[in-house]
Antibody
Framework: EVQLVESGGGLVQPGGSLRLSCAAS????????MDWVRQAPGKGLEWVGR??????????EYAASVKGRFTISRDDSKNSLSLQMNSLKTEDTAVYYC??????????????WGRGTLVTVSS | DIQLTQSPSFLSASLGDRVTITCRAS??????LVWHQQKPGKAPKLLIY???TLQSGVPSRFSGSGSGTEFTLTISSLQPEDFATYYC?????????FGGGTKVEIK
């Protein structure tokens, strides 16, 4: 069974840092792109960023709202995905989900989501 | 960036109703569109990919159609477990974007 389990959320002050993790199991992690998506309280879904697989050089893409502050990485030996968040702002407060990318055509869509971890940025 | 506009944003319906949600893209995205369902306090769940292909395990009362800039999600006969918020999402180009959501509630 495919499982994605996020961890690392919590309360952090504005300007602070936090590192989220996503533990993957039940599928061949190395084959898949992986994504982070967030949802502010009472709001819709917002894509944060993506990391490609080894075959595509682990390259990354980011939303403009987090580019330069957030970094996505992965450790295929541990089936693990990470999101390093620096210079956090109050507007980064959200539930953060990791998602698995599944091939279709020339791109990839999310076919599995984790349960999410809450990040609260507040003084 | 590709903008996705969902309508309606809120929908009140009865059990057994046929429900249709529309998603319009600001530019052509071929069939690079998916639909997710989200229940309160839960993670989203994929329903439809490639605009019209039903994800494994999803009931056949859900269907998707469209291509280019206009897409629809249809629930043929609304069931109690279908009351949720539905999001379209494009994966044609970066940044990946979502529609604003359609909340389906009980009339």
């Amino acid at each position: 069974e495919v499982q994605l389990v996020e961890s690392g959320g919590g309360l952090v002050q504005p300007g602070g840092s936090l590192r989220l993790s996503c533990a993957a199991s039940g599928f061949t992690f190395t084959d898949h792109y992986m994504d982070w998506v967030r949802q502010a309280p009472g709001k819709g879904l917002e894509w944060v960023g993506r990391i490609r697989n080894k075959a595509n050089s682990y390259t990354t893409e980011y939303a403009a709202s987090v580019k330069g502050r957030f970094t996505i990485s992965r450790d295929d030996s541990k089936n693990s995905l990470s999101l390093q968040m620096n210079s956090l702002k109050t507007e980064d407060t959200a539930v953060y989900y990791c998602g698995r990318g599944q091939d279709w055509g020339s791109s990839r869509y999310f076919d599995r989501w984790g349960r999410g971890t809450l990040v609260t940025v507040s003084s | 960036d590709i903008q996705l506009t969902q309508s309606p944003s809120f929908l009140s319906a009865s059990l057994g109703d046929r429900v249709t949600i529309t998603c319009r893209a600001s530019q052509g995205i071929s069939s690079y569109l998916v639909w997710h369902q989200q229940k309160p306090g839960k993670a989203p769940k994929l329903l439809i990919y490639a605009a019209s292909t039903l994800q494994s395990g999803v009931p056949s009362r859900f269907s998707g159609s469209g291509s280019g800039t206009e897409f629809t999600l249809t629930i043929s006969s609304l069931q109690p477990e279908d009351f949720a918020t539905y999001y379209c999402q494009q994966f044609k180009s970066y940044p990946l974007t979502f529609g604003g959501g359609t909340k389906v509630e009980i009339k």
